[in-house]
Each structure stands twice: as C-alpha cells, then as structure tokens.
C-alpha cells in the first residue's frame, strides 16, 4: 500500500515540498506519495479524520494552520510547545503528535554551515519564526539579542520562551542597531522584511555598512533565493546562508520523524534547489 503524505496550508500557492519530499521516499525506496493540499481551516479536523483513519500518513502544516492544528491533536511534543507552533503532525500509537521541526533545521543549517556555537548573535523579528529560532539560538548556547519592528514583540517573545537567559531586546530603529549588527558574529533574520510578495520586497532589515566578514547572516526568507539582506552579506565578505536551505531541512526533519528513517538531506537539497529554479 502506498503511504500517503501532504502538506497543508491556506491558500497553499506553489509549494516545493512535494519535490524534495518525494524525493527523499524515492530515494530510499519507501512506497509513499507526498502531494499539496490546500486546506481551508473550517476543513482542518477533516485533515485530523484521516490521519486518524490511516488515509494519510503525516502532514507537514504551514500559513496559517500551525496554530490552530493544535485544536486536533492529542499531544504536542515540548519544542511545539515552547515555539507554540506545530509544523509536522505524525501518527503514534498514542495519537496524533505535532511537533516543530523549524528549531532542529535551524540547528542543522547552522551546524552544516561550520557556524561556531556560543557566539554573540543578533535576532531579527519576533513572530512565529523568530521563536523557533530563538529556541535554536540558545540551544547552542549563542548570547541572543533581539531586534524587532515592534519593540514590545520582542521583549514579549524574550520573557516568555528564555525568561532566565536576559536576552536584551531593541527596536528595528534604534539607532543602536547598526552596532549591535557589527558586534554579532551571527545575523538571523525571521522578519518578513525581503520577501517577495511581502511588506517590503527589495529591502534589508539591516543599514548598509555594519556587516563585515567574520560574520555569517541567515535569511530565513527564501524567495527570492539572494534577498539583498544576503547580498549586502556578500557585497561584505561575510558568510550567507539562504533560507532555502532551511526549508528543506525541516521537512528532512518531519521525513525522520514520520519513517523513523535518517533523510537522505543532499538529496533533498538538490531536489528543493532544483524545483526552486524550476
Ligand atoms: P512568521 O511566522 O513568518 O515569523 P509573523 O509571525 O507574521 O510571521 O512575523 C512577522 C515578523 O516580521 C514580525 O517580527 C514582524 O514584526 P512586528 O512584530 O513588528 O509585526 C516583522 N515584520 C512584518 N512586516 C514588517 C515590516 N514591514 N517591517 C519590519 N518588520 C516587519
């Protein structure tokens, strides 16, 4: 029988998951189909049903259920818990579980990348996204501050998710920002500041000038590929990472999870990298 996988959103647009996905299965033999479908939230415990009746095998979930998935499940794992998002659901003899992949792909990159753990990093944003990689952040034991467009937001995230860890918090226009962007030897940005189709495509949440080449910035945001936050990263000699690659690893995260199989990830990359320029 051939084990059914989707991911679920609302609208759903292009995807790229179903390319690496399947890849991943084709890869390694496993007798799966991994397909889009676009689900509107009153069609969200439908989705529950057939997991539950074995119709479908995992879900990956994205904007804007990742929230409200939570309403149907029966247990989360911690990280979901603390990120307060669920982006995999898996089926367990004890349920239906969710759990948040974004905080171990946030890792991985970082790991794959040569990024030294324990250094001063500088948090861009404060929405879902910043809190899985503020989780990621101290998981490696970086020294976090956070810089958000709504100062409030930030200090709100900090409190809650690290109450211990006295990240220091600033606004998005502090003029402080440009230093505390030079003094980081990690960027992460999570703010939608860049991206294509959003609030402001073309720009960088960054001034020009504060970047310098013992730095690595990451862009969470993946279209386009080179956001000019990375190209300033570039134009500076620092390392970029691009958030395709983050992409793909939380959905080789969700993969392991669901088959209890290690993701073939170079695989997996190639695949997503290809179905981007396609
Ligand atoms: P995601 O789940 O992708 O993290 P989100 O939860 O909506 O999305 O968070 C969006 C982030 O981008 C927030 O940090 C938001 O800042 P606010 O907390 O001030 O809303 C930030 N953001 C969105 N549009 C922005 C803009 N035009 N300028 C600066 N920051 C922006």
């Given at each position: ?238 390392t970029a990472i691009k958030g395709l690659d983050m992409l793909i690893l939380q959905g080789a995260h969700s993969f392991r ?22």
């Amino acid at each position: 029988m051939t084990d059914r996988y989707a991911v679920i959103g609302y609208p759903l647009g292009h995807t790229i998951s179903p390319a690496f996905q399947q890849a991943a299965f084709d890869a390694l033999g496993i007798n799966a189909q991994y397909e889009s479908l676009e689900t509107a939230p009153a069609d969200l415990p439908e989705r529950a049903r057939e997991l539950r009746a074995g119709k479908l095998a995992g879900i990956n979930v994205t904007v804007p259920h990742k929230l409200a998935i939570v309403d149907e499940l029966d247990h989360v794992s911690e990280i979901a818990h603390l990120t307060g998002a669920v982006n995999t659901v898996s089926v367990t003899p004890d349920g239906l579980l969710g759990d948040n992949t974004d905080v171990g792909a946030i890792e991985t990159v970082l790991e794959r990348a040569g990024v030294p753990a324990g250094i001063p990093a500088l948090l861009l944003g404060a929405g879902g996204a910043a809190r899985a990689a503020l989780v990621a952040l101290l998981n490696r034991g970086d020294r976090v501050t956070v810089a958000n467009r709504t100062h409030e937001n930030a200090a709100t995230m900090t409190a809650h998710i690290a109450p211990e860890a006295g990240c220091p918090t600033l606004a998005l226009d502090d003029p402080d920002l440009p230093i505390r962007a030079g003094n980081a030897r990690l960027i992460v940005n999570t703010t939608s500041i860049g991206m294509q189709g959003g609030p402001a495509p073309g720009q960088s949440p960054l001034p020009d000038g504060c970047l310098h080449p013992e730095q690595t910035v990451f862009d969470i945001v993946y279209r386009p590929s080179a956001t000019a936050l990375l190209e300033q990263a570039a134009a500076a000699g620092a390392t970029a990472i691009k958030g395709l690659d983050m992409l793909i690893l939380q959905g080789a995260h969700s993969f392991r999870i669901w088959t209890g199989r290690e993701p073939p990830v170079d695989i997996m990359l190639a695949a997503g990298r290809r179905a981007m320029e396609g």
